[in-house]
């Protein structure tokens, strides 16, 4: 098949959607299909370019200016060049991983001119009011708004599908919208390498946290809750925590570091290449997940599929892949001692980071990346099959 997968971020970006349009275009390509990415550019200028055997359209984006490295495109510029992508590419099937700007009009020009469409729910409406400052009164206003204007692009779809259960779930309530639970899946191959190469030092267990650092992450969560542990268990001769990734909270959260009197044993690493992520897994002993707004946690798998125990929040839909007693522990949002004492158990029990550890192995075995393949070609296959559906009423003002 002729594929085009449509999305607001891809690679350089980091974040959960950018790294699962990746793979699932590596994915794809890697099973002989043929395909297209439309998305925006990195750097400003449009472009198409040859990634890895995946043929990247690059729309003209511009960098938001409440956000030192989210980048937007503009509607009366990406709605003829998401249209004129999809006249050049002709594709068998569209793919939308989003319902903002390039997804929006992508959506729509492949409505229009009557090719299948798909579309796959990353969005969280809590992932976004940071980066557009949205004030908290207005915020529930918003929020109804977000899932509206969702409803309206993403009712164009033949078949719409979110990472859990709990995301399906949450469309479903807030539109009247279907969806299918599918999994983004993982291939755990490289990470259990990693991990089976590292080496441990059992007297400074390392607690890794990898994501953006935006205010949704709650990563001030996990510094707190460090800094509050026994000396003992935190001191120079105790555990470490490693922050990898970057974000608008990244200056703030080095600051509170310093004021908790912790910063010789946090270390932000930033943005790092695939292979030094894949190999920090491996060499953790500990994740930690505090965000409150994950469809599923890509990174999170990420780390299970390394053979860590991990300890997260209990929101959206992390406690689908932590199960407390069972591959790890969660704590609620904000309640800084629980945080603090789930990580002191880990720390201070070895066998009990390794029974979680593999059990953590067990469960991502639910999530094979090549299951979560074939149901997109299924899917892919039943759209080529089916008549377009109308849009929901109202789709024609997105």
């Known amino acids: 098949m002729r ?3 449509a999305s607001d971020t891809y690679p350089p970006d980091v974040n959960g959607a950018s790294r699962f349009t990746e793979r699932l275009a590596l994915g794809l390509t890697g099973r002989g299909h043929e395909v297209h990415v439309a998305a925006p550019s990195a750097e400003g200028p449009g472009l198409t370019e040859s990634l890895d055997g995946v043929t990247v359209h690059r729309v003209v984006s511009y960098r938001w200016p409440l956000h030192e490295w989210y980048r937007v495109c503009l509607p009366w510029t990406a709605k003829p060049a998401c249209r004129r992508i999809v006249e050049k590419v002709r594709p068998d099937v569209v793919h939308v991983q989003a319902h903002f700007i390039v997804g929006r009009y992508t959506t729509i020009a492949a409505h229009d001119l009557g090719y299948p469409l798909i579309a796959t729910n990353h969005f969280m409406p809590e992932n976004l009011f940071m980066h557009a400052r949205t004030p908290q009164w207005f915020e529930e206003t918003a929020r109804k ?6 409803q309206n692009v993403f009712g164009r779809a033949q078949h719409i599908t979110a990472p859990t259960p709990r995301a399906v779930e949450l469309l479903e309530q807030r539109t009247r919208l279907t969806g299918e639970a599918l999994s983004n899946g993982i291939d755990p191959t490289r990470y259990e390498a990693a991990a089976g190469r590292a080496s441990h030092d059992p007297a400074h267990p390392v607690i890794l946290f990898v994501g953006r650092l935006d205010q949704e992450k709650r990563v001030d969560e996990l510094l707190r809750a460090f800094a ?5 268990l935190r001191g120079p001769d105790g555990a470490r925590v490693e922050i990898i990734g970057d974000g608008s909270c990244r200056d703030e959260w080095k600051r509170l570091v310093g004021e908790l009197g912790v910063d010789d ?7 790092v290449s695939e292979d030094e992520l894949v190999e920090a897994y491996g060499r953790c002993d500990i994740f930690c997940m505090p965000g409150i707004a994950e469809l599923q946690s890509l990174v999170t798998l990420e780390a299970m599929s390394a053979g860590k125990p991990v300890v997260a929040a209990d929101a959206m839909a992390l406690p689908h892949l932590v199960h407390p007693g069972e591959n790890g522990m969660l704590y609620t949002p904000g309640n800084i001692t629980q945080l603090r004492d789930h990580l002191a158990s880990l720390i201070s029990d070895p066998a009990m980071r390794e029974r979680y550890g593999r059990a953590s192995r067990a469960i991502v075995a639910r999530h094979s990346f ?8 299924e899917l892919y296959g039943e759209a080529i099959g089916q008549e377009a559906p109308s849009p ?3 789709a024609g003002q997105a």
């Open 3 to 5: 594929i085009l997968l």
């Open 145 to 150: 708004a977000a899932w509206w204007d969702l």
């Open 228 to 232: 509050a542990l026994p000396e003992e």
């Open 265 to 271: 044993r946090v270390r932000f690493r930033g943005y």
């Open 370 to 377: 090549a299951k979560t393949l074939d149901r997109f070609e």
């Open 392 to 394: 929901v009423e109202a």
